[in-house]
């Protein structure tokens, strides 16, 4: 039987993500039964979610390794019984690069003569200046990083303190790190070009005047919101969930259902981002290598904000706290990761008889359970909406500040828009994939391609208007790697077949793909190897709890293959059953000048939306809004 995530079976507070002391207690248990010497490092200790046979106790999913030889062991910990359960090594598994790297990769290329050398030819010669990013490496072959665990650091030096450096790269210089072993590989240095000194600050510490004009807007909730939180469980106008969170995929959303009259009905048993990729599109210089998959490879979860109420979040929020572990085993709180709120959000629904000027319009609101995550120097925000009609949508707002770059040896600008004298951000995208594992209405659900196609002319369709829509089931894992197709408008949805509805549908959830994104990498790219999840905008696989990761368990310099196209090779039913949902979208970001020297939010996600889930507009029971006007009721 395939094992699925479970939470009612095993209790309430069975998902509640591991406190500080459960995180320490894991890392203690690890270390007390296989202890890995000095060098034994902890990538990964979090919540082993319980499966639906609801195995009492708590564990603990420990991922351990040691940087003398870069082994790498997996642990489930029972926290409950202080016990190793299991203990698996992972031959070639490299871990994730930590926040507690950041800096040291930094640390370890200033030290070196060599970086230090390149640095002067280039006239910089105050290394408290110099900005060098940990970004990972991936496979390239070099015969010299064989085996090694690498960060390149790639390098921008400020004017002065606190000056935005990434108005200043350093083209052309990395220092290849071995992480582990804490020295430098080689330098790749691909000749001197001049560093642009021009500043192009955004901190408000810069901004010597600013616009005047802008009045307060004030939220006010004088009865406080509209939901209740229990621990990690939220209810709201329906809907209730529980929230989770983990270092790799941030923000998680347990068990998601809304009510339905006297009757709750479940629409998600699991949501989550699973994995991102942000492949970069210039071939020369130290580019080629910037493939960074921020969940993969440095998990977004460990990289949250803690937020602050009046400039992150408006009107009466709930906080969640994240706790994630250090690669000392210790336990680190994020404070205010979460942050839970209502928003009011346009008119819901609208309508005037024209005869009788009988007028109703009911407001819309939704709430939103986000976290943002800074990734060196970019910043993605997750925001979950939930609102009143059934709708589900996750809003991925992308700003911080781009990647830049210098100019070719040769001055001219290369694959990538000029946006200062010197300064370039090079064509790029953000390949999101979302892991959703479906339960609506129930465990077994199947997907479903609409495409909306014009009918051949004749004697059936004299005046060649009609359209037909065309319903293909996607039944095997090979069938159900999808791509859209605006010429027949496809879309899909994902329904219950076990039940009917009272007019007669099978309940299901459309799926509208607004950012769909495939990128146009070649096959033996880095993303085409290792990002297999960019090739197909929608994925289903039968929900199994070790198949969580779309380009594979350990993503930092891993192998070609890895997750989600080699699981579907199976070509396993995906058909009246529990199924995993995989959708890949993003933004291709093609620079400009506006995103410069820090972005604007630009937007992508996607929206699950009820369909022939209820039976009717589920909102005629929303009361109207008291108005200071007449118009309302
Ligand atoms: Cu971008």
């Known amino acids: 039987m395939d094992t699925v995530y479970a939470g009612a079976q095993a209790g309430p507070k069975a998902l509640d993500p591991l406190s500080v002391h459960e995180v320490a207690a894991a890392a203690g248990i690890v270390r007390a039964a296989h202890d890995l010497g000095p060098g034994m490092r902890f990538e990964t200790i979090v ?21 003398a030889t870069g082994d790498l062991f997996e642990a489930i910990v029972s926290l ?14 490299k871990p994730r690069i930590a926040p507690d790297e950041f800096l040291l990769a930094e640390q370890i290329a200033k030290a070196d003569p060599r970086f230090v050398a390149a640095l002067a030819k280039r006239g910089i010669t105050d290394l408290s200046l110099v900005c060098s990013d940990p970004w990972s490496c991936g ?16 390098t921008w030096v400020r004017n002065r303190p606190f000056d935005n450096h990434y108005a200043h790269p350093v083209e052309g210089l990395s220092a290849v ?29 810069f901004q010597k005047t600013w616009r005047t004009g802008l ?57 989550c981002l699973a994995e991102m990729v942000v492949p970069y599109g210039h071939p020369s210089g130290v580019h080629p290598r910037k493939n960074a998959f921020d969940c993969g490879e440095y998990g977004i979860g460990v990289l949250a904000n803690s937020l602050k109420l009046g400039c992150d979040c408006l009107g009466a929020i709930h906080y969640f706290d994240a706790v994630v572990n250090r690669i000392d085993g210790s ?3 994020i404070e205010n990761a979460i942050c839970l709120h209502e928003e009011d959000c346009g008119i819901l629904w609208k309508h005037t008889d024209f005869r009788t000027e009988d007028s109703d319009v009911r407001r819309n609101r939704r709430l939103v359970i986000s976290f943002v995550a800074t990734v060196g120097n970019y910043e993605y925000g997750f925001y979950w909406h939930l609102y009143l009609d059934g709708t589900i949508e996750l809003d991925v707002r992308l700003t911080g500040i781009i990647n830049t770059a210098g100019l070719m040896p040769d001055g001219s600008t290369g694959r990538g828009t000029r946006v200062a004298p010197g300064v370039v951000g090079h064509i790029h995208q953000h390949v999101f994939n979302v892991r959703l594992d479906m339960e609506v209405d129930g465990p077994n659900n199947t997907v479903v391609e609409v495409d909306t196609v014009a009918d051949p002319p004749g004697p059936d369709n004299p005046w060649h208007n009609a359209l037909s829509i065309v319903e293909t089931p996607l039944l095997t894992e090979k069938a159900a790697r999808r791509n859209g197709d605006p010429s027949r408008m496809r879309w899909w949805k ?30 033996a790219s880095q993303v085409g190897q290792r990002a297999g999840f960019v090739a197909h905008d929608i994925w289903v696989t039968p929900t199994r709890a070790d198949e969580r990761w779309p380009a594979g368990d350990y993503v930092n310099q891993s192998r070609p293959g890895e997750g989600l196209p080699a699981w579907t090779e199976q070509d396993r039913p995906v058909a009246d059953r529990p199924i ?17 020297p820090v972005q604007p939010v630009v937007h992508c996600g996607f929206i699950l939306q009820p369909f022939a889930f209820f039976d009717r507009n589920p909102t005629l029971d929303i009361p109207p809004a008291k108005s200071v006007h007449s118009c309302c009721a």
């Open 580 to 596: 995993t949902v995989w959708h890949s979208f993003g933004h291709n970001h093609i620079v400009r000048p506006e995103d410069f």
């Open 215 to 271: 009045k307060p807007i004030e939220v006010v909730q004088p009865e406080g919101p509209s939901f209740t939180v229990d621990g990690y469980a939220v209810a709201w106008c329906g809907w209730t969930f529980r929230v989770g969170f983990t270092p790799r995929e941030g923000l998680v959303l347990h068990d998601l259902k809304i009510r339905d009259g006297e009757t709750v009905r479940g629409v998600l048993k699991r949501a």
């Open 139 to 154: 496979v390239f072959g070099h015969p010299d990083e064989e085996g090694r665990r690498l960060i390149q650091t790639i």
């Open 80 to 93: 409950s019984d202080n016990a190793v359960e299991s203990w698996t090594p992972r031959p070639g598994a």
């Open 331 to 333: 336990a680190q709180v």
């Open 177 to 205: 790190v071995d992480i582990n072993r804490g020295e430098v590989v080689r330098i790749d240095d691909h000749g001197v070009v001049p560093v642009p000194r021009e500043e192009a600050n955004y901190s408000s510490r």
């Open 494 to 523: 994902i329904v219950n077949r076990d039940r009917t509805t009272a007019i007669g549908h099978h309940p299901g959830y459309r799926l509208a793909a607004h950012s769909a994104l495939r990128t146009p990498a070649a096959p």
């Open 47 to 67: 919540l082993h979610e319980p499966d639906s046979r609801g195995q009492p106790g708590r564990r603990a999913f420990v991922s351990a390794y040691d940087i």
